[in-house]
T-cell receptor, first 116, second 114 residues
Framework: AQKVTQAQTEISVVEKEDVTLDCVYE???????LFWYKQPPSGELVFLIR??????QNEISGRYSWNFQKSTSSFNFTITASQVVDSAVYFC?????????????FGTGTSLTVIP | DGGITQSPKYLFRKEGQNVTLSCEQN?????MYWYRQDPGQGLRLIYY???????QKGDIAEGYSVSREKKESFPLTVTSAQKNPTAFYLC?????????????FGQGTRLTVV
C-alpha cells in the first residue's frame, strides 16, 4: 500500500524562524518519486520539488531545503528564515509505477502560519 | 500561457441538483485527475483518466461521474447521489506513464450546497 503521512496539522512560527515540515511515506516499490507542493490561499497547488528514490542528496533552493532519508522513509522540508509569504498549506506526495494509473498519493497537508 | 483552467470558481448547488465542474488544459497532457479537498483530509482522488475515452474510479468516486471525450477536457459531474458535496475540488494533469512528472493544478472550484 502507498501512504504519505504528514503528522503536523498546523504549525505557527514567528517571522525569521526556521521551520521543518515532516513527511513520512510508505511504499513497496523500489522506484518512486516524492514531491512537495505549496497551496497558498488562492487554492492552486504549486509544485516545489521532486526527488527520486535513488537520489538521497539533500537539495537547497534559496531559503528552502529538503532532506530525503530512505532509511527512515522521510522527505522533510525546511524553510529557513521564514517569511509571511511562506504562509500556506504544504503537501507531500508520492508517485510510483506500482499502479497503472501512476496516481499521486498525497499527505493530509501541513498548514503553516508565519506571524509577522 | 499553458495551464489548467477550472470553472466556475464558486458554485452553489441546491439539494437534488446535478452540477458540472469544468476542467480544461492546454498542456497536451494525457493524464488528468479530479481531487476533493476537505479540511484536515488532504486531497482525495475522485476519478482519473490516462487517455481519451477512458477513465477509472479513484478512492471516493461514489456520487460523481466524469467524461473524457477530448484530450483537453475532463469535466466532473457531482450528482444528487453525492450526499455531502460541499468541498473544494481540484483538477490536475500530468504526463502519463512518466512517474517523475509532476502534476499541474487548476485554481479549484468551491462547491457549496444551499
Amino acid at each position: 500500500a502507498q501512504k504519505v503521512t504528514q503528522a503536523q496539522t498546523e504549525i505557527s512560527v514567528v517571522e525569521k524562524e526556521d521551520v521543518t515540515l515532516d513527511c513520512v511515506y510508505e511504499t513497496r516499490d523500489t522506484t518512486y518519486y516524492l514531491f512537495w507542493y505549496k497551496q497558498p490561499p488562492s487554492g492552486e497547488l504549486v509544485f516545489l520539488i521532486r526527488r527520486n528514490s535513488f537520489d538521497e542528496q539533500n537539495e537547497i533552493s534559496g531559503r528552502y531545503s529538503w532532506n530525503f532519508q530512505k532509511s527512515t522513509s522521510s522527505f522533510n522540508f525546511t524553510i529557513t528564515a521564514s517569511q509571511v509569504v511562506d504562509s500556506a498549506v504544504y503537501f507531500c506526495a508520492l508517485r510510483n509505477d506500482w499502479n497503472t494509473g501512476n496516481q499521486f498519493y498525497f499527505g493530509t497537508g501541513t498548514s503553516l502560519t508565519v506571524i509577522p | 500561457d499553458g495551464g489548467i483552467t477550472q470553472s466556475p470558481k464558486y458554485l452553489f448547488r441546491k439539494e437534488g441538483q446535478n452540477v458540472t465542474l469544468s476542467c480544461e488544459q492546454n498542456l497536451n497532457h494525457d493524464a488528468m485527475y479530479w481531487y476533493r479537498q476537505d479540511p484536515g483530509q488532504g486531497l482525495r482522488l475522485i476519478y482519473y483518466s490516462q487517455i481519451v475515452n477512458d477513465f477509472q474510479k479513484g478512492d471516493i468516486a461514489e456520487g460523481y461521474s466524469v467524461s473524457r471525450e477530448k484530450k483537453e477536457s475532463f469535466p466532473l459531474t457531482v450528482t444528487s447521489a453525492q450526499k455531502n458535496p460541499t468541498a473544494f475540488y481540484l483538477c490536475a494533469s500530468s504526463i502519463a506513464g512518466q512517474v517523475a512528472a509532476e502534476a499541474f493544478f487548476g485554481q479549484g472550484t468551491r462547491l457549496t450546497v444551499v
